[in-house]
């Protein structure tokens, strides 16, 4: 398994780390900057033997107007992990698609652009649709759409809801309330 | 494709004796036949009604892979937009008469998904429901004991949700098509 130094030293030669997020032997994940982001994952595919790409992921930093893009790649010889994340503008947010390196990357980009709306050009297949069926509203998935707003606007308000003292309203459907403890303590 | 499916109105049942419709309101509350048709979580708590702990075939409920032999429909749980579809499919394929129980709290408000994007919050807008069975999920014994309400619905001849589905298509087809943004199903097809 390769010890996380190698693999820190192996990333540095080809991006600039940001900060190192967690590290163990043989699994590294660290923040680079986005302009090197295709050439690490490139370079870590061709040269380290990190074959597989598991999953991307995005998480919506709408405080910092960012979109955090994460990479997740496992060696498949010796199981190590590298985790690559990078942050992107959110507006008009734009990234390189990797579906000519990974063909699995395609339909993760399609969900990531259909939820999220980030844009890979490159990627032939993205507007078709992922999950959602002829969904002509803002993405769903970014925390700027309103789903509560959505729901009522979309399907209505449900219906007004009243609530019980479980102690009151099932002591007048069976008769009386008494549990087996309260029972025990009266004998 | 036209050929699949029936594309006129639906047309109302011959009448017929009040003593025969008896007979036929005992016969079929007592073989109750469902549609395998698993929509949201809920359908979780149905595999232990179909095995020996709580045995629904003793009450006569069976389970039927195709929706043609089923006279119940269990809608369980949450229902996303895009199985709303394939549910009105299902449901419009069902012989007449046709029952639809309701499991969970999802059907009836919403539930927890109350302010999810993508399901629905009130399932009587757009299918008729006869009988909600509330909890988040129902346990096996109450789903049981929504059934036994169905049963006594269907013999006093209360469980007409499938004619009042029949008489107010516009109202529910308008209804379906207003969440249902890719409507590409045909107008009649059972």
């Given at each position: 398994?390769?010890?996380?130094?190698?693999?820190?030293?192996?990333?540095?030669?080809?991006?600039?780390?940001?900060?190192?997020?967690?590290?163990?032997?043989?699994?590294l994940?660290?923040?680079?900057?986005?302009?090197?982001?295709?050439?690490?994952?490139?370079?870590?595919?061709?040269?380290?033997?990190?074959?597989?790409?598991?999953l991307?992921?995005?998480?919506?930093?709408?405080?910092?107007?960012?979109?955090?893009?994460?990479?997740?790649?496992?060696?498949p010889?010796?199981?190590?992990?590298?985790?690559?994340?990078?942050?992107?503008?959110?507006?008009?947010?734009?990234?390189?698609?990797?579906?000519?390196?990974?063909?699995?990357?395609?339909?993760?980009?399609?969900?990531?652009?259909?939820?999220?709306?980030?844009?890979?050009?490159?990627?032939?297949?993205?507007?078709?649709?992922?999950?959602?069926?002829?969904?002509?509203?803002?993405?769903?998935?970014?925390?700027?759409?309103?789903?509560?707003?959505?729901?009522?606007?979309?399907?209505?308000?449900?219906?007004?809801?009243?609530?019980?003292?479980?102690?009151?309203?099932?002591?007048?459907?069976?008769?009386?309330?008494?549990?087996?403890?309260s029972?025990?303590?009266?004998? | 494709?036209?050929s699949?499916y029936?594309?006129?109105?639906?047309?109302?049942?011959?009448s017929?004796?009040?003593?025969?419709?008896?007979?036929?309101?005992?016969?079929?509350?007592?073989?109750?036949?469902?549609?395998?048709?698993?929509?949201?979580?809920?359908?979780?708590?149905?595999?232990?009604?179909?095995?020996?702990?709580?045995?629904?075939?003793?009450?006569?409920?069976?389970?039927?892979?195709?929706?043609?032999?089923?006279?119940?429909l269990i809608?369980?749980?949450?229902?996303?937009?895009?199985?709303?579809?394939?549910?009105?499919?299902v449901?419009?394929?069902?012989?007449?008469?046709?029952?639809?129980?309701?499991?969970?709290?999802?059907?009836?408000?919403?539930?927890?998904?109350?302010?999810?994007?993508?399901?629905?919050?009130?399932?009587?807008?757009?299918?008729?429901?006869?009988?909600?069975?509330?909890?988040?999920?129902p346990?096996?014994?109450?789903?049981?004991?929504?059934?036994?309400?169905?049963?006594?619905?269907?013999?006093?001849?209360?469980?007409?949700?499938?004619?009042?589905?029949?008489?107010?298509?516009?109202?529910?087809?308008?209804?379906?098509?207003?969440?249902?943004?890719?409507?590409?199903?045909?107008?009649?097809?059972?």
């Open positions: 398994m390769m010890d996380s130094q190698r693999l820190l030293e192996q990333v540095e030669s080809t991006a600039t780390v940001l900060q190192v997020i967690r590290r163990s032997d043989g699994y994940h660290v923040s680079i900057g986005s302009q090197d982001l295709l050439s690490c994952l490139i370079r870590a595919r061709t040269e380290t033997g990190f074959l597989v790409l598991q991307i992921s995005v998480v919506d930093r709408i405080e910092d107007g960012k979109f955090q893009l994460t990479y997740i790649l496992e060696n010889d010796d199981s190590s992990i590298l985790i690559l994340s990078a942050l992107f503008p959110r507006e008009g947010c734009t990234v390189p698609t990797l579906s000519e390196i990974w063909p699995a990357a395609e339909t993760f980009e399609r969900e990531l652009h259909e939820m999220y709306g980030i844009d890979f050009p490159g990627n032939d297949r993205q507007d078709e649709e992922f999950i959602l069926e002829g969904w002509k509203d803002k993405p769903p998935m970014r925390r700027d759409f309103d789903t509560l707003e959505y729901s009522i606007r979309m399907f209505g308000e449900r219906w007004p809801r009243n609530h019980h003292d479980p102690r009151q309203f099932i002591g007048e459907r069976v008769g009386e309330w008494e549990t087996p403890m029972g025990e303590e009266g004998s | 494709m036209s699949m029936c594309n006129c109105k639906p047309e109302a049942p011959r017929q004796l009040k003593a025969w419709a008896k007979v036929d309101e005992l016969a079929r509350a007592n073989s109750l036949w469902v549609t395998a048709y698993g929509t949201g979580c809920g359908a979780i708590e149905l595999r232990p009604l179909h095995t020996s702990r709580f045995d629904m075939e003793r009450f006569g409920i069976a389970m039927r892979p195709t929706p043609r032999q089923a006279d119940v809608v369980s749980g949450y229902l996303s937009v895009k199985t709303l579809k394939r549910v009105i499919r449901y419009e394929q069902m012989q007449d008469p046709k029952y639809i129980v309701a499991l969970g709290s999802c059907t009836i408000n919403g539930g927890m998904y109350y302010d999810s994007y993508n399901t629905l919050n009130v399932l009587d807008r757009y299918l008729p429901v006869d009988v909600y069975i509330m909890g988040c999920m346990r096996p014994e109450a789903i049981i004991d929504g059934f036994g309400l169905l049963m006594e619905k269907i013999k006093a001849g209360r469980a007409d949700g499938w004619e009042h589905y029949r008489e107010n298509l516009e109202w529910y087809r308008d209804n379906q098509k207003k969440v249902i943004p890719k409507w590409d199903l045909p107008d009649y097809n059972w």
